[in-house]
């Protein structure tokens, strides 16, 4: 078992990262002893549930009680986060309880933001069950629900208890939510780290294939990374923000398919992180040999890297290069978290493995050059 911290210098807040096997019920003993509590309300993916027999294993203890949630993008709104605050409610939580939420990243959102606010604040511990959620969404304290203008709208930063991350998950996931997950691990070593990127472009096949220890080592290096990152950074007011790498232009892609799955949230930052290279080079940032190798190992891994990607994946539900017009894509925009007065802070890279802040930079341009992309 694999242990790391994050230590949160601004809350004075530390907890632990597990990485290891927990499936066979060790989970339980360790969230009880690591955060001690007379109740435990487990929020479980139904899926995760049906899979791996994890709220079972929950229900058979008397501290212990199971809430099953519905996971999709669609479901991390107002009413679903109304509905599970009145079911802890329910079950008799209070400030004492503990909420564990487990499932990917809308599970962990949703039940991350109820313990956040219900009762001003109750202590949770993640158990990501999805590759993108294990190496990023867990990590970190962001919570947050969509609202009919985007995605993440309503939210706050509220740091779990423990966070226990076990890859033997990811066997049941489908091919198309494991490939969205490698989109934000290899964000990782294009905003700072160009050797984890030649490593997971050198080790692609392993990974594609799910090879249990290239794909550990790769999963820890990246909570190492986050860790590291929100430790120093927990509010985003520097560093962190590279985090958001492909976010903006991948939450206008999402926003402008209704946030309906026809673009799953990783497939959407990959395309996003192909347009933020090729926004670079236009802007004359980067060099295009620069994007290229950006984009050729998003495809490697089997990722979106351009519109015929896009195409591909939206299965012809919608066309991109008509959905993607300058003044829908400036209203998708106009409600990212990252946008000022004074234009949208982006996160573009010089090279793969340096990449930097850039504020102030026009709605417009940004909505021009989408459109033009996406022809």
Not at 237 to 257: K, P, Y
Request: charged share 25%; proline share 3%.
């Amino acid at each position: 078992m694999l242990e790391l911290s994050v230590d949160v210098a601004r809350s004075d807040h530390r907890y632990d990262i597990l990485i290891g096997g927990f499936l066979s019920g060790a989970w339980l003993d360790i969230v009880e002893q690591r955060v001690p509590a007379k109740k435990y309300l487990a929020v479980v993916d139904s899926r995760v549930a049906e899979l791996h027999a994890i709220g079972q294993a929950a229900a058979e203890r008397p501290a212990w009680q199971v809430v099953h949630s519905e996971a999709g993008e669609g479901r991390k709104g107002l009413s679903e986060y109304a509905a599970l605050c009145e079911c802890l409610l329910s079950k008799g939580i209070d400030r004492q309880s503990v909420v564990v939420a487990i499932g990917g990243g809308v599970t962990g959102d949703i039940a991350g933001f109820a313990a956040a606010t219900l009762l001003r604040g109750i202590r949770h511990v993640q158990i990501p069950t999805t590759l993108l959620a294990q190496v990023d969404s867990s990590i970190g304290g962001k919570t947050g629900l969509n609202l009919a203008g985007g995605k993440n709208l309503l939210g706050a930063f509220y740091q779990p208890e423990l966070v226990l991350i076990d890859p033997a998950f990811l066997v049941t996931l489908s091919q198309r939510e494991y490939l969205a997950g490698l989109a934000e691990m290899i964000k990782y070593g294009v905003i700072a780290d160009r050797k984890f990127f030649d490593r997971l472009d050198a080790k692609a096949v392993d990974i594609s294939r799910r090879d249990a220890e290239a794909l550990e080592d790769a999963v820890a290096h990246c909570c190492r990374m986050k860790a590291d990152i929100v430790g120093a950074d927990e509010r985003e007011s520097g560093q962190r923000g590279l985090l958001n790498f492909g976010h903006t232009f991948g939450h206008a892609l999402e926003a402008l398919s209704s946030c309906d799955g026809t673009v799953l949230h990783g497939e959407a930052v990959s395309a996003g992180m192909a347009m933020a290279a090729d926004f670079a080079v236009q802007r004359g940032m980067a060099e295009p040999a620069e994007a290229k190798l950006l984009k050729d190992g998003l495809a490697r891994h089997g990722l979106p890297a351009g519109r015929i990607d896009l195409d591909r994946l939206a299965d012809r539900r919608m066309n991109w290069s008509e959905a993607m017009c300058p003044d829908a894509i400036k209203a998708a925009l106009a409600h990212d978290k990252k946008v000022a007065s004074t234009g949208l802070t982006l996160v573009l890279p010089r090279t793969v493995g340096d990449c930097r802040l850039v504020k102030g930079v026009p709605v417009a341009e940004v909505a021009e050059f989408m459109s033009e992309w996406a022809r």
